[in-house]
């Protein structure tokens, strides 16, 4: 079968192996509650309510892959969706790889997503997951920057930095996910820039390594929704849109 005439099967990777320092000590980030259930839950929800998804891939801590199982036996998720918890690396880029080595044969399109967006909405998976198919090999959630950027020579921390230029804010975008790729280019981007070999850029971002790779990676329009909850103010924002959603039945 050729790759036109090959069906298309989008599965989603959700790394969620990290501690999530900067919401303090605790339960890891993935792990938080957030309206009395965990944001790892909401992620894999939002992965799950776009009907082309029908593979989600949960990377747990190495040592908590039965820990997260049990957690999502717990709560209720679309019984179309088929759901893999397989262990993580040291790193997110060894973890993503993990969830690609867990893929099935037939999955022709991945979404990465990061377990800290739990709120994005299914109207942004669908979007990126449509632009893939339509044949963008790598493409990303985005949005316009609302403060200006400065480039700045970094120093110590709490003291003065000097300012080395200020980017046009109108060229800059602030990435979210899930951020959608081919599986093979994906792929050869991990292999390309192994954990190990590469210099570490871009090894926080999947878009940057295919980048790297020399292919064209694309943008569509994010949502503000879709924010990453990492500092205890993302927290209450987060509940706040939760709340909001529940009320008018959005959710």
């Known amino acids: 079968m050729s790759d036109e005439t090959r069906p298309h099967r989008t599965a989603a990777v959700i790394p969620a192996a990290g501690r999530g320092v900067r919401l303090g ?10 309206g009395g259930t965990p944001m790892l839950i909401h992620a894999v929800r939002a992965m799950a309510r776009s009907r082309a998804v029908s593979l989600v891939v949960v990377v747990a801590p190495s040592d908590g892959a039965a820990e997260v199982r049990l ?9 179309r969706t088929e759901i893999l918890v397989v262990p993580g690396g040291e790193t997110r880029q060894e973890s993503v790889r993990a969830g690609l080595d867990a893929l099935p044969p037939d999955v022709t399109s991945v979404l990465v997503h990061d377990a800290a967006r739990p709120l994005v909405p299914v109207d942004t998976v669908d979007s990126v997951v449509d632009a893939v198919r339509d044949g963008a090999p790598a493409v990303v959630p985005a949005l316009p920057l ?5 480039e700045v020579e970094p120093g110590k921390p709490g003291e003065p930095e000097p300012v080395l230029a200020t980017p046009e ?29 590469a210099d570490g850029e871009g090894a926080t971002d999947d878009a940057g390594m295919v980048e790297r790779l020399g ?19 993302d927290l209450v924002l987060a509940e706040a849109v939760l709340a909001r959603r529940r009320a008018t039945d959005a959710y």
């Open 25 to 34: 000590p605790g339960a890891p980030k993935a792990l938080r509650a957030l």
């Open 71 to 79: 957690l999502l036996n717990e709560h209720a998720l679309p019984d």
């Open 146 to 150: 609302a403060d200006t950027v400065k």
């Open 169 to 197: 804010r109108a060229r800059l975008r602030a990435v979210q996910t899930p951020q959608g790729f081919d599986l093979a280019t994906l792929r050869r981007a991990h292999e390309e820039f192994a954990a190990g070999t």
């Open 215 to 233: 292919v064209t990676v694309v943008v569509i329009p994010g949502h503000e929704e879709a924010f990453k909850v990492t500092r205890p103010l």
